[in-house]
């Protein structure tokens, strides 16, 4: 059952998931900051940011300026979230060349989220997709809600299959299942993500969140299922803005640890990660949700008992 194998790769949407919900307004220089202390643990694929509009997601008014300021470090991925065409014309303008450009799988998620009906969302969002295609950017689509809505409840898998289908039609490079509103079960997580990683996605991908506890649990099912692309957050940081009580996502550095014990490589240092959730503690006055960031590592390596 757990006989697992491979590398897994963590995105980390500490600065874009984590921060859009925060009244704090956090500086260039000090997103930066985070840039820098992920890279040095060894994060892949860092987040940035995402094109919206800032009258509705203020802590996003300058992702474009942050893509500016950072000096890409060689074997790491820079990516940003956009929902529209504004959206990505910002996002070619700085010169973003990985994105995720998703909808939802709920009409009232969808009508909250961007003002639009699936339908209409859908229909708005295949010409950015062709166009992010067009112009060489490796694309991510996603599918919010897909595992539960918190206005809806149930998502029809089917639904969520059809809507994967036509993202893989579209020829894109990753398909991301969100459970946004953290209502999947690991059952759930693993029939769904091993039909789709069999028969449609091209890389399928998960972003878990942790409203109900069950974050981690969903992520081994996932794991079980063959996925090998997950999304968390620095210190469990995160929650959709248009969803009351959505909390946090998976915390990366539990994520990672996770990953270790049971034999994947993430190539990121939990441990160094330490300081990084302590650093934002601090800037936002609160202890937040993850574990690994608050327990001390264990005297041995757990998986072959050996000190170190």
Known sequence: MYDMSGDVLIEDEFLRDGLQNERRLFSIPEKLEFVTALEQAGVRRIQLGSFVH????????????????????????????VLNKAGLD???????????????ASETHSQKNTNRSIAEARAAI???????????????????SALGCGF??????????????????????????ADTAGLANPKQVYELATYLEGRIAPDL???????????MANMVAGLQAGVRIFDA????????????????????????????????????DWKALRPVVARAETLLDRVLPGRMGHV?????????????
């Open 54 to 81: 800032p009258k509705w997601v203020p802590q996003m008014a300058d992702t474009d300026a942050l893509f500016d300021a950072i000096t890409p470090k060689p074997g790491v991925t820079y990516t940003a979230l």
């Open 90 to 104: 910002r996002a070619l303008a700085v010169g973003v060349r990985h994105l995720s450009i998703s909808i939802s």
């Open 126 to 144: 295949a010409p950015v997709i062709e166009k992010a295609l067009s112009e060489g950017v490796i694309v991510r689509a996603g599918i919010q």
């Open 152 to 177: 809806e409840g149930r998502i029809d898998p089917a639904h969520v299959i059809e809507i994967a289908r036509f993202f893989a039609d579209m020829g894109v490079h990753e398909i991301n299942l």
């Open 205 to 215: 991908s998960l972003h878990l969140h942790d409203t109900r506890g069950m974050g």
């Open 233 to 268: 957050a620095l210190g469990g940081l995160g929650g959709c803005p248009f969803i009351p009580k959505a909390t946090g996502n998976i915390a990366t550095e539990d994520a990672a640890f996770a990953c270790g014990e049971l034999g994947l490589d993430t190539g990121i």
């Open 296 to 308: 001390a590592p264990p005297p041995w390596d757990l998986s072959t008992g050996e000190s170190v």
